[in-house]
């Protein structure tokens, strides 16, 4: 079955780099295929005509000074975008303290030997939450608007499967899953590698660290916002390498190079230079639509720029290739709150009142003796446990100092904040697996876990809807770069696909429609359980046969029935 056409020999048009840092294939980073038209690159082919249908003669070529005001006028839009984000690193910061249970680190320390407990109530509420969002990992399925193309869309939906195993996307769930918890936003980048399936290329769907981008803080949505901005350090040797004309002038900037350190790594970044990623919206007055433009920065030089080789935009669809999915949303931004800040004081109350409770109790293990003058007793023979007997004067001269008990009420004030974050939060002991309150029946049991679950079970459909626009923007990624046939199995059946098989066959060529539908990959045992014992029972009543339940029926391996 061949679906597919065989492509011409030209490369595609954008790469990706170490770093989250995209790269550009065939124009060598600061070289001068960048810069000189009749400079062969293997993006354009030796027909002069890029495989996006970009004629080189039209491509845009700044001098240097034309490229230093460039740089000039973006290090100045990063610069408003680094001022305005200052608060922001902040909360995530902080949010990711309280995560790690750090957060007595923002108290200063007024007495070295004052105890500093903590209890993990936010980090266990999280890691609940994350469990239950990982058994509902996202499968997206791939179905075409128009009739006659269901054959098409069962390949693609195996192309955009094959896609996320070999980028990894169950690691990449597994990092947007902290953002999305603890920070209160997770980003993702859907970006076409050349380099992928043995060099034939795949789109991909990767994880965006929220502390390393910034968006138009003006702007409540993505789709208007006028600028995004990656940045990642990288030493001067990764700058020699890849940009070796260009290292030459740079200077080190006065920028936190490293939003986040770890606390036990000491990273010295004095011989770092920031390297800044920028996609721009632009509005074009002829064409009437908007495009985007990728340019990349460093030590206040202008590395790259799109517009060179890619003038009617870096990726066809005119998007940016970021997908923001907030947790809980914040007014007048596209970013969210996150679990550590709903619960911030509790926890911080509750361990306030262990602190309380602790220093309480080490001073009762420690019992004062007040003594007068007049008791005739010695201090020093006193002190000297060892000794029988003492000899003084006066009794009445002499009293022990007992620290006084904290009330009752303390003790379940605590008890009682902790139990509010997991209830409030929706991981209670239910959707822990707890069985509080005496109930036994598995079937009991299983129906008062879905049910609490539902709070858990509206978060996967917020990140299955961001999911969801993930993989409409891979499919056009993989309709503008798909160049090279590649061959999918389909229930053992070698099918060729290309970017040719997602247009219909007419003088326009035009783009097939699909629409993408998410479900879970990983069901929870419950959920089989529950699905099983239904097809058991459709059995008993004969709605169904023996083979249409052995069908139906979820387990490992059905040859063992």
């Known amino acids: 079955m061949d679906f597919g056409t065989t492509a011409s020999s030209v490369v595609g048009d954008a790469d ?25 690159n293997p993006a354009f082919g030796a027909s002069g005509v890029s495989a996006s249908g970009i004629n080189v003669s039209e491509t845009r070529y700044l001098d240097e000074y034309g490229r230093d005001a460039e740089a000039s006028k973006l290090y100045a839009l990063f610069d408003e975008f680094y001022k305005a984000y200052a608060l922001e690193w902040e ?39 994350r469990a239950d969002l990982f058994d509902r990992f996202p499968k997206a399925e791939i179905k075409a608007d128009e009739p006659g193309y269901e054959e098409i869309s069962k390949v693609l939906t195996h192309v955009i499967s094959e896609n996320h195993i070999v980028c990894d996307y169950e690691r990449e769930y597994d990092k947007l899953l902290y953002d999305f918890l603890v920070g209160g936003y997770m980003v993702q980048e859907v970006g076409y590698d050349f380099e992928a399936n043995m060099g034939l290329g795949g789109a991909y769907i990767r994880h965006v660290d929220s502390h390393c981008i910034m968006f138009d803080p003006y702007s409540s949505s993505i789709d208007d916002a006028r600028a995004v901005f990656k940045f990642t350090p990288f030493c001067r040797e990764y700058f020699a390498e890849h940009y070796p004309k260009e290292s030459e002038r740079m200077n080190p900037d ?44 460093a030590g206040g030089v202008l590395l790259e720029d799109s517009r060179d080789y890619k003038p009617n935009g870096f990726y066809s669809h005119g998007k940016y290739p970021f997908i923001i999915t907030p947790l809980f949303r914040r007014k007048g931004t596209m970013l969210g709150l996150g679990y550590a800040d709903l619960f911030e004081n509790q926890q911080r109350f509750s361990d306030k ?22 008791s005739g007793f010695d201090l020093a023979d006193l002190k000297d446990w060892s ?4 000899i003084g004067e006066n009794l009445n001269g002499i009293r022990w100092f007992s620290t006084a008990p904290l009330p009752s009420y303390i003790i379940d004030y605590i008890s009682s904040i902790r139990e509010s974050i997991k209830q409030e939060s929706g991981s209670n002991d239910f959707s822990r697996g707890g069985t509080l309150g005496g109930v036994t029946a598995a079937s009991a049991i299983i129906a008062l876990q879905e049910m609490s679950s539902k709070r858990s079970r509206m978060l996967s459909r917020t990140i299955h809807a961001g999911f969801s626009q993930a993989v409409r923007l891979e499919i056009e990624v993989e309709r503008e770069n798909a160049v090279f046939p590649r061959t999918i199995s389909i229930d053992q059946t070698a099918v060729h696909y290309s970017r040719d098989l997602l247009r219909i066959e007419s003088s326009m060529s035009v783009p097939i429609e699909f629409r993408v539908t998410v479900s879970v990959d990983h069901d929870d045992s419950a959920s089989i359980l529950a699905h099983n014992e239904t097809i058991f029972k459709m059995l008993q009543m004969g709605i169904m046969t023996p083979e249409e339940a052995k069908e139906k029926v979820r387990i490992s391996d059905k040859r063992e029935l």
Request: proline content about 5%.
């Open 16 to 40: 990706t780099g170490s770093g989250g840092i995209t790269q550009e294939p065939g124009i060598r980073p600061g070289g001068s295929s960048a810069q000189n038209p009749s400079t062969f």
């Open 91 to 129: 909360r995530l910061s902080k949010c990711d303290r309280l995560y790690r249970c750090a957060h007595w680190e923002d108290i200063p320390v007024r007495d070295r030997l004052e105890p500093r407990p903590t209890t993990p109530v936010i980090h266990s509420t999280i890691e609940n939450i």
């Open 254 to 297: 006065a920028y936190t190079l490293r939003r986040v350190k770890d606390c036990a790594l000491n990273v010295d970044d004095s011989d770092s230079i920031l390297l800044i990623e920028s996609w721009r919206r632009e509005f074009d007055a002829e064409a009437g639509i908007h495009r985007i433009h990728m340019q990349k920065i």
């Open 353 to 374: 009142l262990d602190q309380i409770v602790m220093k309480n109790a080490l001073m009762a293990s420690h019992n004062k003796l007040l003594m007068t003058g007049a």
């Open 387 to 390: 000794k029988e007997v003492h």
